[in-house]
């Protein structure tokens, strides 16, 4: 059985802190990357960050110095620790896992998402 389950999120107020767990399996975990994407009603959904087995990790220039990706092999849990929060950053998080072959990257699996509310 494969599952990506995330976790965290809520209501927080503009520059506050928030920090995503997402659990997955080991099958899934162990695919070359994990990533997290949001999405708003009518808006493209916009991958935020991520990282691979390798502890590589890579970040939308929107969040750069405000979040951080990283993953704990032990737990098969990726976290992102988002801070210095605000209203923009509202929206359905998502997390994803993903494989590299023929010079491409597949997100396959995909968590249900957690909302995050940035409101005072």
């Known amino acids: 059985q494969v599952q990506l389950v995330e976790s965290g999120g809520g209501l927080v107020q503009p520059g506050g802190s928030l920090r995503l767990s997402c659990a997955a399996s080991?099958?899934?975990?162990?695919?070359?990357?994990m990533g997290w994407y949001r999405q708003v009603p009518g808006k493209q959904r916009e991958l935020v960050a991520t990282i691979t087995s390798g502890g590589s990790t890579n970040y939308a220039d929107i969040v750069k110095g405000r979040f951080t990706i990283s993953r704990d092999n032990a737990k098969n849990t990726v976290y992102l620790q988002m801070n210095s929060l605000n209203p923009e950053d509202t929206a359905v998080y998502y997390c994803?896992?993903?494989?590299?072959?023929?010079?491409?990257?597949?997100?396959?699996?995909w968590g249900k998402g957690t909302l995050v509310t940035v409101s005072p």
């Open positions: 994803a896992a993903a494989r590299y072959g023929n010079s491409a990257w597949t997100w396959d699996y």
């Open positions: 080991g099958t899934i975990f162990r695919l070359n990357a």
